[in-house]
């Protein structure tokens, strides 16, 4: 019904706009990027832990338009995974090639994987995992690599209300020097790194992911490796639109100084905690540098060419 409202608004000269969600389907924790002119949405295929065993893209050239490229990663040709709970990938690109840094199932570590192509297929890079142990009590998942302007690389990750940050090292595929803990006052999962004006934004998911509580926050610090003090929460239910909006990430639309959330959320009418849906909407910093909270909507934003 939403798609026809925006074909409608469409013709009768209205932007085209994305629509929320973007593309059918339960999926969580989605990561948004722009590689070789295309954008593409790296999420969590949000079922029961037992059926999550792969990861599926997806890939647009204007935002509204998505093509689904099934199991660009799956865990049946990673033998060392429990072969369920496949979470949060983060993708980045470094000399050509692409990295995939992953959750694999609860306990089995954050894995490494590699493509010539953003979308992929995927192959395990280094036939175990890149971190396995519970460092400063971080169960490790949900990780994010960030490459700085010196061209140093960092993964962020970390669940059970602790965070870590550690360098990556130069081929992508092992970490160097001591892992941090980062962890500011509300942190539960889904850490984020965005730079913006000089300064570091260090933003991740708090509250509950199987209820309303859950939400988004964010600190702002003059080193990617913090400290990192809790500035305020940006992303939260709205009653009227969705619940329990969180696990985000944040593109810098290429040639503008606009930035897109992509975020999951769950439906009003549904209870289910694995029915979640991918959504796109604006994200604003004020003049002070503050960023604005995200309103969610059920529009999404326009289409880009």
């Not at 509950?208 to 939260?236: C, H, M, N, Q």
């Not at 329990?244 to 549904?270: K, N």
């Amino acid at each position: 019904m939403w798609s026809a409202i925006l074909l409608g608004a469409t013709m009768m000269g209205q932007p085209k706009m994305t629509g929320n969600p973007v593309f059918p389907g339960w999926y969580a924790d989605p990561e948004l990027h722009f590689f070789e002119g295309k954008y593409y949405i790296y999420p969590t295929f949000s079922d029961e832990y037992e059926r999550q065993t792969f990861f599926d893209a997806f890939v647009s050239d204007d935002l509204t338009n998505w093509k689904k490229i099934p199991r660009i990663l799956d865990f049946a040709d990673i033998p060392w995974s429990t072969n369920r709970a496949a979470w949060a990938p983060t993708v980045i690109e470094k000399d050509g090639q692409y990295f995939m840094y992953f959750s694999a199932g609860d306990g089995a570590g954050l894995g490494v994987a590699v493509a010539d192509k953003p979308e992929g297929p995927f192959r395990d890079a280094i036939g175990k995992p890149l971190i396995k142990e519970y460092i400063n009590g971080a169960q490790p998942i949900d990780a994010m690599a960030f490459t700085d302007d010196d061209g140093q690389s960092y993964l962020y990750y970390g669940g059970w209300r602790h965070a870590n940050v550690v360098r990556l090292s130069d081929d992508m595929l092992s970490t160097e020097g001591e892992f941090k803990e980062i962890t500011p006052e509300g942190y539960v999962e889904g850490p984020f790194m965005l730079k913006q004006d000089g300064k570091y934004y260090f933003m991740w998911s708090e509250g509950s992911w199987g209820d309303s509580t859950y939400g988004v926050a964010y600190a702002i610090s003059d080193s990617p490796t913090g400290p990192f003090v809790r500035r305020a929460k940006i992303l939260e239910s709205d009653f009227s639109v969705g619940k329990g909006a969180g696990h985000h990430s944040v593109l810098r639309v290429p040639g503008t100084d606009e930035y897109l959330i992509c975020y999951h959320r769950r439906p009003l009418e549904e209870e289910h905690r694995n029915h979640r849906v991918t959504c796109i909407d604006r994200l604003v910093f004020e003049p002070n540098g503050d960023i604005r909270p995200v309103k969610i909507t059920h529009e999404g934003v326009e289409a880009r060419p």
